[in-house]
């Protein structure tokens, strides 16, 4: 949307701590989804994480409550910016981010709260993890609102409810797909 961005944070908890073998295959595919979001069309960056290589964390990594009481210091999350919802769309349910959705129940623990919230920023803003955080609660709290919504329930930058253009969905999946290929075909040779 013109003058806006999309932002999306979502959050998780993995069966067993990061290294185990419990985790391997989401441990293997982690750095061919970013790869593959680089690739896709209408993806604009990402917060990487302090201390690791990659690109610039987007302020200190923050967790939303559901990280309490759960053993866990550190959960699988990730923090973006896209053009709009059916550019998230096509990249979040086709290629390899499909493909670790599919085996995703092998890695992480079932949750009772949203997996990712949707929130628009001006074009000239970056969320930070915090911000992502406190949508996701409200999200859980409120369900879907302007200020945090899902792809079921989604809104235009000025509040309003829209429907996401499937067919656009598809015709970016379908050029997103040319530059996924080589990755895909590494994906799928990989532990479930």
């Not at 970013?34 to 610039?56: I, K, W």
């Not at 859980?140 to 067919?167: E, L, M, Q, V, W």
Request: one cysteine or more.
């Amino acid at each position: 949307m013109r003058g806006h961005h999309l932002a999306v944070y979502n959050f998780g908890l993995h069966v067993d701590a990061y290294e185990s073998p419990r985790v391997e295959g989401f441990r293997l595919r982690e750095p061919l989804n970013f790869e593959a979001a680089r690739r896709a069309e209408g993806y604009l960056g990402r917060s990487g994480y302090d201390g690791e290589p990659g690109p610039e964390s987007w302020g200190e990594k923050v967790y939303p409550r559901f990280i309490k009481e759960s053993g866990f210091d550190d959960a699988p999350s990730s923090l973006s910016l896209w053009t709009g919802l059916e550019a998230l769309m096509a990249f979040t349910y086709s290629g390899v981010h499909a493909d670790a959705l599919k085996h995703a129940r092998n890695w992480n623990q079932r949750q009772a709260w949203p997996a990712l919230v949707l929130w628009w920023v001006g074009e000239d803003t970056r969320p930070s993890w915090a911000d992502g955080a406190e949508r996701l609660e409200s999200l859980h709290d409120d369900g879907s609102t302007p200020r945090a919504f899902t792809f079921k329930a989604p809104f235009c930058p000025h509040g309003n409810a829209i429907t996401i253009d499937r067919d656009n969905v598809k015709a970016i999946a379908g050029r997103n797909a040319t530059g996924q290929e080589a990755l895909l075909a590494v994906v799928k040779t990989l532990k479930a």
